[in-house]
């Protein structure tokens, strides 16, 4: 029996060795990273942020890519609305695209349009315009995007819109997402910054921009610009 | 003689791990793997992917890895040693299932992963999973709107080990961060755990004080049970707690009116959809499909709840 018991603990005793040896052997050594630094205009050495492989993409392609393949595939606004109002699948099927078989539908469209109201003028996270299509008669036809805070619904309309962009080609679905944090940075950042909305209320518009639709509602009808010109402004 | 029933015991414990479906030889068989069904969420992974595999003509052997790599690694071995005809996993661990995905690979089994995603591509014919990070947005912004956009919260994540975890967390502070007074006065894990949520939560309430605290936001719905049931313990009636699955049992708590909503993921959609996929390869050698397959969830609320029922929508 003692003999059984020293055994026992001769053997606790090796496996405590061990795990002792497994645990401290455990160590990962990061390095500090390195921040890049450069001297701004102003003189003072400030850290480089490096940007995400998203917000990598965003920057290198938005010209050369993305702007180009919304304008070859921008559909007149006024036809596209009345196509998904009749049918928004066969719509999707001939000229949109989604990112899996349950998600909306995105579309690339273009139009001239005027500025009729300014919808939550009040709350800048949520502001919207609304518009009239030409040919012009007064009557609320959609609505554009104008604000901050770019709600689930219709965010991925640049990514999942201009039809190039694919999960497998990046790493999971976080980083997929991260292109359109990154797209609608770029069009907050470029696009809705040039105007204030308020001051847009009443001026005939041109734009480009992509639209994501479940049902082709008036509610619905909000198209994310990304190129905005006011007529005579 | 206690040796004797210390061996049955363990030969029962053994055989309990696998429920073995009809035993026809001549039929083929999927080996359904997934974690442990004490969470509703994965005896729907199980059930529901078993049911197509009897419907499309196989046998089916379903094994619990209950999150332990270990397990999940002895489920591939059985996998492989019964030849089966293709694996459904719901994985243990987005880096630790590559190896074993791997090893089936080189057996000619091939994997069909659902629910969970892999930092591999290539070796799985297909990763089908909800979309965390759209479900996440929902559910963030529906808690943003419960919340009138300002107050204290808490957040209570998943399990760091599992890929959804930083998913969602990183989908709701997408949403979350954009709205200056939000503020969230304590973040920690309870790794996907009702009691750990529990206890946990207690504890951020006293140090936090109830009145300090207007809502939690939970990666998952057993969690979310957990921190309702500590919440409502400690009187704080008009608490906004939101979770993620889309489980029965947050479902009946949102109709009471206690947890305010959560993320649907489809996922017995996903399960029989990984069957009909791996069908279609052990036919014709693919499936016609990208690897990487993302579903959408839904959000469900008090408008929707009544309609909800084991992680389906009725239409």
Partial sequence: MKNQKAVLLKWAGVVALIALIAFTCRVTIIPDAVPETMVNAQGQTVTVQKLSKAEQYAVDNWDSKVIPAIKERAVDMAVFVKDAEADLTATGLKYGNRANETSAWSFCVKGDVKVLDIENAEKPNKTLLILDLAPYDGQPDGKMFYGKVFSSNIKNAIRDGVGFLHLDDFENQVEFADLTTAFNNKVKNDVLSQHEATDLKGKELTFYGCISLTDATYENLVVIPVELAVVGG | ?315
């Fill in chain 2, 1 to 315: 003689m206690k040796k004797i029933i210390a061996l049955v015991l363990a030969t029962l414990l053994v055989l309990s791990m696998f429920s073995v479906a009809a035993m026809a030889e001549d039929k083929p068989l999927i080996v359904i793997i997934t974690p442990s069904h004490s969470n509703p969420y994965f005896k729907t992974v199980a059930d529901a992917a078993s049911a197509k595999a009897t419907e499309l003509g196989y046998d089916f052997l379903v094994i619990q890895h209950d999150d332990d790599v270990t397990k999940q690694s002895e489920a591939f071995d059985t996998a492989i040693a019964r030849k089966a005809a293709a694996i459904i996993c719901d994985n243990a661990g987005a880096d630790a299932t590559i190896e074993p995905v791997q090893r089936a690979k080189a057996a000619g089994i091939p994997t069909f992963l659902v629910d969970r995603e892999i930092n591999s591509t290539g070796d799985a014919v297909a990763q089908m999973v909800s979309n965390n990070y759209q479900g996440a947005s929902l559910v963030a912004e529906y808690f943003v709107e419960q919340m009138g956009e300002a107050g204290n919260y808490v957040e209570l994540t998943g399990k760091e080990s599992d890929t959804n975890a930083g998913v969602r967390s990183k989908g709701y502070h997408d949403v979350i961060d954009q709205y200056a007074d939000m503020k969230m006065v304590e973040q920690q894990t309870a790794n996907w755990s009702q009691t750990e949520a529990y206890s946990k939560m207690e504890s951020i309430i006293q140090a936090q004080g109830a009145e300090n605290i207007k809502g939690v936001i939970c990666g998952n719905d057993t969690m979310a049970m957990g921190v309702i049931e500590a919440c409502l313990k400690a009187g704080m009636k008009d608490v906004i707690v939101c979770g993620f699955d889309g489980s029965n049992d947050v479902r009946d708590s949102i109709l009471r009116g206690e947890i305010k909503a959560t993320g649907l993921q489809p996922i017995a959609y996903i399960a029989e959809q990984a069957v009909v996929q791996a069908d279609a390869y052990i036919k014709n050698g693919k499936t016609d499909k990208e690897e990487k397959q993302l579903m959408d969830c839904v959000l469900i609320t008090k408008d929707n709840a009544a309609k909800l029922d084991n992680f389906a929508l009725a239409e």
